[in-house]
C-alpha cells in the first residue's frame, strides 16, 4: 500500500485511537492500486475517526478535491497529503481523469465515500464504480461500525461494469455496519 509517515505520526495516530476507545477489524489486501469506497458516512465524527487509524497505519490514502482549491499556499500541502485536483468540466469527465492517475502511479489508494454528503441522501453516488472500472482497480470496502466502535475491512469487490447491480452489491455488503447518525444512512433496499 501507498506509505507517508514516520514514527511521529504514527504513535501520535495510536495514541489517539486507543484514546477514542476505536478497533480496526480486518486485513489490507495486497494490492498497489485501490479505489478505497469508505461508509456509512453520517458524520463528520468519521473523519476525526479515520484520521488517526491513516496516521498509525502510515497510509498514503489520495481524495478528490476540484482543481479551484488547489493555489497557492494551498497547493503543496493539498497534493504532499494525497489531495489530486479534478476538474469537473473536462471532457471525459472525472473518472478518466481518476484512472488516468492511477496509470501515472506505481501505487495509489484513492478513497471516496460513495455517499457524498453527512445528509441522509436518496441515493449513492456512482463515480466510485465508475473511477475503479476505468481505472481497471479493485474497491476496498471499509466501514465505520459507531455501535462497536470499529473500523472494518468488509471486502474488496471487483466492478463488472453493471452500475445498477454494482451498486446493489456494495450497498448489501455495507448495509450491516451503521454510522454514527443512522438516520442519516441511505435506505438500502
Same mark, same amino acid.
Given at each position: *500500500?501507498?506509505? %507517508?509517515?514516520?514514527?511521529?505520526?504514527?504513535? $501520535? &495516530?495510536?495514541?489517539? +485511537?486507543?484514546?477514542?476507545? =476505536?478497533?480496526?477489524?480486518? !486485513? @489490507?489486501?495486497?494490492?498497489?492500486?485501490?479505489? +478505497?469506497?469508505?461508509?456509512?458516512?453520517?458524520?463528520? =465524527?468519521? @473523519?476525526?475517526?479515520?484520521?488517526?487509524?491513516?496516521?498509525?497505519?502510515?497510509?498514503? #490514502?489520495?481524495?478528490?478535491?476540484?482543481? !479551484?482549491? @488547489?493555489?497557492?499556499?494551498?497547493? &503543496?500541502?493539498? *497534493?504532499?497529503?494525497? &489531495?489530486?485536483? %479534478? /476538474?469537473?468540466?473536462?471532457?471525459?469527465?472525472?473518472?478518466?481523469? $481518476? #484512472?488516468?492517475?492511477?496509470?501515472?502511479?506505481?501505487?495509489?489508494? +484513492?478513497?471516496?465515500?460513495? !455517499?457524498?454528503?453527512?445528509?441522509? #441522501?436518496?441515493?449513492?453516488?456512482?463515480?466510485?464504480?465508475?473511477?475503479?472500472?476505468?481505472?481497471?482497480?479493485?474497491?476496498?470496502?471499509?466501514?465505520?461500525? @459507531?455501535?462497536?466502535?470499529?473500523?472494518?475491512?468488509?471486502?474488496?469487490?471487483?466492478? %463488472?461494469?453493471?452500475?445498477?447491480?454494482?451498486?446493489?452489491? +456494495?450497498?448489501?455488503?455495507?448495509?450491516?455496519?451503521?454510522?454514527?447518525?443512522? !438516520?442519516?444512512?441511505? /435506505?438500502? #433496499?
Amino acid at each position: *500500500m501507498p506509505r %507517508t509517515g514516520n514514527w511521529f505520526t504514527k504513535g $501520535v &495516530g495510536l495514541l489517539i +485511537v486507543k484514546m477514542l476507545g =476505536w478497533r480496526f477489524d480486518g !486485513e @489490507f489486501p495486497h494490492e498497489k492500486k485501490l479505489m +478505497v469506497a469508505l461508509a456509512p458516512h453520517t458524520s463528520n =465524527w468519521d @473523519f476525526i475517526v479515520a484520521m488517526p487509524f491513516i496516521m498509525a497505519l502510515k497510509l498514503k #490514502a489520495s481524495w478528490l478535491m476540484k482543481k !479551484e482549491a @488547489f493555489f497557492f499556499p494551498f497547493k &503543496g500541502i493539498f *497534493m504532499s497529503l494525497g &489531495g489530486i485536483p %479534478t /476538474d469537473r468540466s473536462a471532457a471525459g469527465g472525472m473518472a478518466k481523469q $481518476v #484512472a488516468s492517475q492511477f496509470k501515472q502511479n506505481d501505487k495509489m489508494w +484513492v478513497a471516496i465515500t460513495p !455517499e457524498g454528503t453527512r445528509k441522509k #441522501a436518496t441515493k449513492w453516488k456512482n463515480g466510485f464504480l465508475r473511477i475503479a472500472h476505468a481505472a481497471q482497480v479493485p474497491i476496498l470496502l471499509i466501514a465505520w461500525d @459507531f455501535p462497536t466502535k470499529r473500523i472494518c475491512i468488509d471486502s474488496v469487490f471487483h466492478t %463488472t461494469g453493471n452500475l445498477e447491480a454494482d451498486m446493489q452489491e +456494495v450497498q448489501k455488503r455495507f448495509s450491516k455496519y451503521r454510522g454514527r447518525n443512522p !438516520e442519516n444512512q441511505t /435506505d438500502i #433496499a
